[in-house]
């Protein structure tokens, strides 16, 4: 079987052929009017990293590896940096030893280890973090990353309470690929879930890509397993509880710093068969976002409601540039959408919004189809395919990424305005010009979820300073424009400067406590949410 390239997104068999690197070579040389040759991936023979600091004791030897392929693609995430870091073969600080238990007990068994030995534990799950959240932290303790990937099975389903209990290193895909038999489906598909675990989910408060109502990790969790330095962390099995602060709630987002998730009694629910599904073309993003406020407002919970402006409608969507385009999807296991999708349509004439009756697609029954045509389908095989662009593009000297935050509609046009602005200036400034572009991925009746994309020229081995310079500016107006300094990507290291503003002193306080007491020598992830 093909394994996980150590550098790029996707499998070993994803990484860029010669041609696909001169191709995106002669678009961006045609794109900024300079000549840009393609730089050659790294190979694992190429890469030499420092011996490990530690060995694994005899009864962990059989799950524990410390060889060249397994310390290089455990040594970052996926974010831009990430990428431009091992394209450029740097791994001065990869794990020791990466843990792969296949059981709980070796769960315990790892983590008793590493506090004996005074070793860092990075858990890990796919490995898809795009905020530095799996990096190793620096330093001279060694570190021990431990990669739940054997622990991915569904161990019950519940068909009664609509509910299954699964083990955290569930990848997305396999994870549907075993409740599609019992027709159910978890219904959480963040932009990462081929490479994105169930356990990685819960603790960073992933988004899916369900643009209302139930799209976040935590709407779907009815209770967690974890465990601690200081023994095992489970909530009792409820549909809702009002006994104190909830124990799930101090997991979700805990980012691996109070103890590893091993499984979850998640809520499911049956594979939809009823869609519909339209694209809607406004003559100004302004409209296009009114749009999206009064259909959120109207509770009609469309499962996709995504807003395009311009510039990312014409990239990803087919458009010409000069409207803004809002996906509206809606499905059910239960009964036909038809009403929703004309309420969603009415609503959104009534802003200035164009489609035609013939270009909303209703399916009564298993269509497959329905929402993979026109500007809709154009946008979902862009969705899809996104995190693989960046591969053939890795050593171009180009700056990109995204950055996702949400505001309160109240404040949304003068935060955008804000925004776009800052970091238009910062990409002039750093790039010499560069294009930014905005999309809606998540709306609330109280305010939409705003999801930017920047891209420039870069100068070839100053990337990640200049996108450090980027982010900064970015980060810094987000932050000063009121909205969150994550949505859906979480913290890691690469948003602690922003999170230590926008989180309360006292719970900074309370946080360290509840570290402390379930993970008093400080193994766990340091360095991410908190100082110890």
């Known amino acids: 079987m093909a394994r996980r390239s150590f550098w790029a997104w996707g499998l070993e068999t994803d990484e860029p052929t010669p041609e696909q690197q001169a191709s995106a070579a002669r678009r961006a040389s045609e794109r900024y009017g300079k000549t840009i040759e393609p730089v050659r991936p790294p190979s694992l023979d190429e890469i030499t990293l420092r011996a490990p600091r530690i060995k694994p004791p005899a009864a962990l030897a059989a799950f524990c590896k410390d060889d060249t392929y397994d310390r290089a693609a455990h ?46 534990a990075v858990p890990f799950g796919g490995g898809s973090s795009v905020v530095g959240g799996v990096e190793p932290p620096g330093g001279d303790r060694p570190v021990v990353t431990i990669d739940l990937g054997q622990m991915d099975r569904v161990l019950e389903v519940d068909q009664t309470s609509r509910a299954a209990r699964i083990q955290a290193g569930v990848l997305g895909p396999s994870l549907e690929d075993q409740l599609r038999p019992h027709g159910l489906t978890l219904r959480h598909f963040p932009q990462s879930f081929e490479y994105s675990s169930l356990g990685g989910w819960i603790v960073t408060r992933s988004g899916g890509h369900y643009a209302t109502n139930h799209t976040h990790i935590d709407d ?47 809520r499911v629910q ?206 810094d107006a987000v932050m000063a424009g009121g909205g969150t300094i994550t949505h859906h990507h979480a913290v890691g290291r690469d948003h602690r400067p922003w999170y230590d503003i926008q989180r309360p002193a006292p719970f900074t306080l309370a946080l360290r406590a509840a570290k402390k007491a379930v993970d008093p020598q400080g193994i766990l992830n340091p360095g991410v949410l908190i100082d110890p």
């Open 270 to 475: 049956g594979r939809p068969t009823f869609r519909a599904s339209a694209g809607v073309n406004f003559p100004t993003w302004e409209s296009g976002a009114e749009a999206a406020r009064l259909i959120t407002r109207a509770k009609l919970w469309p499962a996709n409601c995504r807003l395009l402006d311009p510039g990312e409608a014409e990239a990803a969507a087919g458009g010409t540039g000069k409207e803004a385009v809002l996906v509206i999807g809606f499905e059910s296991a239960d009964f036909p959408q038809d009403a929703l999708i004309a309420e969603a349509v009415r609503i959104a004439r009534e802003c200035g919004g164009v489609v035609g009756d013939d270009a909303i697609r209703i399916s009564s029954g298993k269509d497959e189809e329905v929402g993979r045509q026109g500007s809709v389908g154009a946008w979902r095989n862009s969705f899809i395919r996104a995190p693989y662009a960046r591969n053939s593009t890795m050593g171009l000297g180009l700056v990109g990424d995204t950055f996702e935050t949400s505001i309160t509609w109240d404040r949304w046009p003068e935060f955008d305005r804000s925004v776009r602005a800052a970091v238009q200036e910062a990409l002039q400034r750093v790039c010499g010009g560069g294009t930014l572009t905005c999309r809606f991925t998540h709306v609330y009746p109280d305010g939409p979820a705003p999801y930017y994309s920047f891209s420039g020229l870069g100068r070839k081995g100053g990337e990640i300073e200049m996108w450090r310079e980027i982010k900064r500016a970015a980060s």
């Open 220 to 266: 779907f969790v009815e209770s967690v397993r974890m465990v601690t330095p200081a023994g095992a962390w489970e909530s009792r099995r409820l549909p809702g509880s009002g006994a104190g602060p909830s124990p799930d709630r101090m997991v979700l987002g805990s980012e691996g710093i109070l103890g590893i998730v091993t499984e979850a009694w998640m």
């Open 75 to 120: 040594s970052y995430g996926r974010s831009f940096i990430d990428m431009v870091r091992a394209f450029g073969r740097q791994f001065p600080n990869p794990p020791d030893v990466v843990a792969y238990p296949r059981t709980e007990a070796e769960v315990v068994a790892v983590l008793d280890w590493c506090a004996s030995a005074n070793a860092a």
